[in-house]
């Protein structure tokens, strides 16, 4: 099995994290699945906020959701990304939205998104994506300008657990052939 199977098949969403700083050589690295994701027409509508600053982390970790499980990793990973997305830009041909869906970035910021776990991954680091939160006020503490929103936030450092895998549904269970 390749690699980036393995990767897929191994990598699991951490949210405690040991107190070891990330090397900027792997983060850089990180940065780079970004750089080299696929987007719509090439648009690459991602900004990447790395935030180390353990202050503003505390802020963003009063803005999620309640319960969310994420909630002490924002704060307890030595590294915080934002990944941040201009608007009206992926999915846009002049001007205009060229699908149903409108706005194409989350699709474009959820390629960077795995990218970035399978990368973390493959470096001995653990990840976990996070959702849900206020947007609107995430914005304001990470200063963001018109026209951008951060949609995810993604707590990165080196796992002080990792979970069993959780169970999936069997590909016939959601494969079909021709027509639904």
Known sequence: MSDVMNS?????SVRKFEEKPIPDEILNTLLQSV????????????EVIVIKDESVRIKLQEVMSPKNPATRAIVQAPVLLALCAK???SGYYKEEASTRFGDWFLFDLGIASQSISLAAH??????????AFDQGKANT???????YDTAVLIPVGYPAKIS?????????EFTHNDTF
């Open 8 to 12: 897929i098949l191994e990598r699991r």
């Open 35 to 46: 750089r080299w994701s696929p987007s719509w027409a090439n648009t690459q509508c991602w």
């Open 87 to 89: 608007l009206k830009h």
């Open 122 to 131: 493959s470096m001995g680091l653990g990840s976990v994506t996070v959702g």
């Open 141 to 147: 503490i990470l200063n963001l300008p018109e026209g």
């Open 164 to 172: 069993s895998a959780p169970k999936r549904r069997d590909i016939a």
